[in-house]
């Protein structure tokens, strides 16, 4: 699957901004979907992940109770909306996706990547 994100831009903290990742390829609705983000002179880190039917999610600590994410299996489409937007959300926010079992996602696992895009959040 090839995936396209797009949405990322800068905003206060406090806001809220949603990113998008479009799919391309037969195989979006069998892969399990998630953000992963990196911020500079950081290790990429997982953000939150969807299950293949969208029933079961997962989040990092971090953003847990602040960023939701869904996905439209007809649409090839997951989404990423991110609420009461801090500092040290800042990063470059990338759309993945992974085939198997369960809902977890890291680097390590990652089958598909697509093109980062940049959020920044400021003070």
């Known amino acids: 699957v090839q995936l396209q994100a797009s949405g990322g831009g800068l905003v206060q903290a406090g806001d809220s901004l949603r990113l998008s990742c479009a799919a391309s390829?037969?195989?979006?609705?069998?892969?399990?979907m998630g953000w992963l983000r990196q911020a500079p002179g950081k290790l990429r880190e997982f953000v939150a992940s969807v299950a293949r039917s969208g029933s079961t999610t997962a989040y990092a600590d971090s953003v847990k109770g602040r960023f939701t994410i869904s996905r439209d299996n007809a649409q090839n489409t997951v989404y990423l909306q991110m609420d009461s937007l801090k500092s040290e959300d800042t990063a470059v926010y990338y759309c993945?996706?992974?085939?198997?079992?369960?809902?977890?996602?890291?680097?390590?696992?990652?089958?598909?990547w697509g093109r980062g895009t940049l959020v920044t959040v400021s003070s």
């Open positions: 390829g037969d195989t979006f609705s069998t892969s399990i």
């Open positions: 993945a996706g992974r085939g198997g079992l369960g809902v977890s996602m890291s680097t390590s696992n990652v089958r598909s």
